[in-house]
């Protein structure tokens, strides 16, 4: 039987370095390694540090996550120090997080994933007054006009008459696993292209209660923002009149566009409902606090953990039971490789041992990647918009369950079809709706509690040193767009003393732990997973994609001297 080898080196659309190798038998993945190749030193950087200074560095872990670190790490050290925020400034955490949601799920969906679905060249030969028929029946979007969608196919084709495509370029256009109508394909291209002006457009909530995006900022004990309604330079009236219309601008596009979009073209694509499930367990660490962040029982997406995809028990989280092993990972412990560490007694200690760049394969060493290996009571589990719809589902939260039974009537598929690559991308649409939703609950709230004559934002108890314990510990939980995300911090005389972040990315990127176990990524791809054109592994980007890869987030700079931009060999 041959065996063709795969790499597709460096994944694009994506956030950060990451390297895929495969190797197919018969027109379907066999076996498969992801590899994460770029270090970073951030954890190390936070020991000796300020904690309450922590969140500004963390959050420059990533470029695009930045909302995500900064809160965990506030969290974390607020957990440590025994600290409460005024209910203001949760809800205002709460909106700048959720605007982050629904910006990176939209930009993800159109601008990192879509284009694996949806064939640019294609919309050339559409007819705008069948995109116009298609667009009407799903959505009243104000745009869905033959004109329209007539200009947009317009300045594609000036990209084509150019002799580039511009911001398409590079694509497997063509590819003989897209399967969608021309027609369909420019009613995506021209939302792609909306979808630039409107995610630019949305995001300024974060400059109103952050003071600028990206690297919004925030403080420990609450947030750095002032309400007074008769002041300019503060949260005033005129500014939650445009946070408000923001607010509602979103809620419309994501209802009206990116929601109609997804279920049309997921349409098309229903097999991928038994392709690149991967790991079995899902795991959630909840978000959204409706009152104290430590109460976790108020959470509006649950905590918990759905193992075997049995959705018929919730097992409690811990975040005790969570463990990093480098048995594949290019760092070092001081008991061994074979020693699992929670992040409280984590070390970030690394050592290189693979070859120089540019290398062939790293596939069969012992050491492949930059990425370590966390696992939760000794199990790789899956995180994400999935994950944390699975959980809700299997809670009976009363907004999840009957939406996902709605899509899968729209779907004609049973509830199987969620562990998949379907399923993350169904999920992550489904999560997105609900948040732009729930958007306006905060955002009542908060204006609420303003007109009632509370405005304060900022809990100056225990800010000072001098009134911290000699040590302190804590753990700053958050379901971030891309999974869940942990921060752990100990404190000594004031200052940091180890910092620990186990990430997204990290759980889902993980390598082949001690046992033998994949992580999510690797395991899905040898999922029933095709490849129809090895030269062109476009199924490998699908399903890497559904993920929404951070490698910058993951490892928290290798000097690549050499390396090709782009590689894609076959053997």
């Known amino acids: ?52 200074d922590a ?4 959050q420059r872990i990533c470029g695009v ?32 997080h959720g605007m982050q949601f629904i910006q990176d799920h ?96 949305v995001i300024r909530l974060h400059t109103i209660f952050g003071g600028k995006n990206p690297h919004p900022n925030f403080l420990v004990g609450g947030m750095a923002c002032a309400i007074n309604l008769d002041r300019a330079a503060t949260i005033n009236a005129e500014r939650l009149e445009d946070i408000h219309g923001m607010i509602q601008r ?4 994501v209802e009206e566009v990116y929601w109609p979009d997804l279920i049309a073209i997921a349409g098309y694509y229903k097999e991928w409902g038994a392709i690149g499930g991967g790991v079995p367990n899902y795991m959630a660490v909840g978000e959204f606090p409706d009152a104290d962040v430590r109460d976790t029982s108020k959470l509006y997406f649950p905590r918990g953990i759905i193992m075997g995809k049995d959705l018929t028990t919730v097992v409690p989280y811990d975040h005790l039971k969570v463990k990093e092993y480098i048995t594949s990972s290019w760092y070092e412990y001081p008991g061994g490789d074979g020693v699992g560490l929670h ?60 939406m996902v039974t709605d899509l899968l009537g729209r779907l004609k598929v049973g509830p199987e079809v969620l562990f998949s690559t379907l399923g993350r991308t169904a999920a992550r649409g489904m999560e997105t709706v609900l948040l732009a939703r729930r958007m306006n609950v905060w955002f ?34 958050l379901d971030a767009p891309r999974g869940a995300l942990g921060h752990w911090v100990q404190i000594a005389n004031g200052k940091i003393s180890r910092y620990q972040c186990v990430v997204p990315s990290t759980w889902n990127c993980s390598p082949r732990d001690g046992e033998g176990q994949m992580g999510p990524y690797e395991a899905s791809l040898v999922d029933n997973h095709p490849l129809a054109l090895p030269e062109q592994p476009l199924e490998i980007l699908r399903t890497i994609h559904s993920f929404d890869p951070c490698m910058a987030c993951g490892v928290h700079v290798l000097d690549a001297t050499g390396a090709p931009i782009v590689e894609v060999k076959v053997q």
């Open 250 to 253: 979103a809620q419309r596009f």
């Open 65 to 96: 996550c930045t909302v995500v670190h900064a809160v965990a790490s506030c969290r974390a050290v607020e957990d440590a120090l025994g600290i409460e925020i005024p209910p203001n400034a949760n809800l205002i955490r709460n909106l700048v």
């Open 55 to 58: 969140w500004a560095f963390t």
């Open 106 to 201: 939209v930009i993800h969906f159109y601008h990192l994933h879509a284009l694996d679905w949806v064939d640019v060249v294609s919309a050339l030969k559409a007819d705008p007054a069948g995109t116009a028929r298609i667009a009407r029946s799903i959505s009243p979007w104000p745009n869905n006009s033959e004109t329209y969608f007539t200009e947009v196919q317009d300045r594609v084709k000036k990209f084509v008459a150019g002799g580039q495509l511009g911001i398409f370029t590079n694509g497997y256009w063509g590819h003989p696993a897209y399967k969608l109508p021309p027609e369909v394909n420019l009613l995506a291209v021209a939302h792609y292209l909306e979808a630039l002006d409107w995610q630019r457009d």
């Open 343 to 402: 992040p409280w007694e984590g070390e970030t200690k690394a050592k290189y041992t693979g070859p120089k760049p540019p290398y062939q394969y790293l596939q069969g060493l012992d050491k492949y990647t930059w990425m370590k290996a966390p696992r939760y009571d000794g199990h790789p589990m899956q995180v994400g918009p999935l994950a944390r719809m699975l959980v809700a589902y299997a809670s009976n939260h009363p907004d999840v369950k009957p």
């Open 1 to 52: 039987m041959a065996t063709t080898k795969i790499v597709v080196d460096p994944i694009t659309r994506i956030e950060g370095h990451l390297r895929i190798e495969a190797q197919a038998e018969n027109g379907r993945i066999s076996n498969a390694w992801a590899v994460s190749t770029q270090f970073r030193g951030i954890e190390i950087i936070m020991q000796g540090r300020d904690p309450r």
């Open 444 to 477: 009542d709230q908060l204006v609420g509690r303003i007109k009632g004559g509370d405005t304060a934002t900022f809990n100056r108890t225990k800010w000072e040193p001098s009134s911290w314990p000699a040590k302190a510990e804590g753990y700053g939980y």
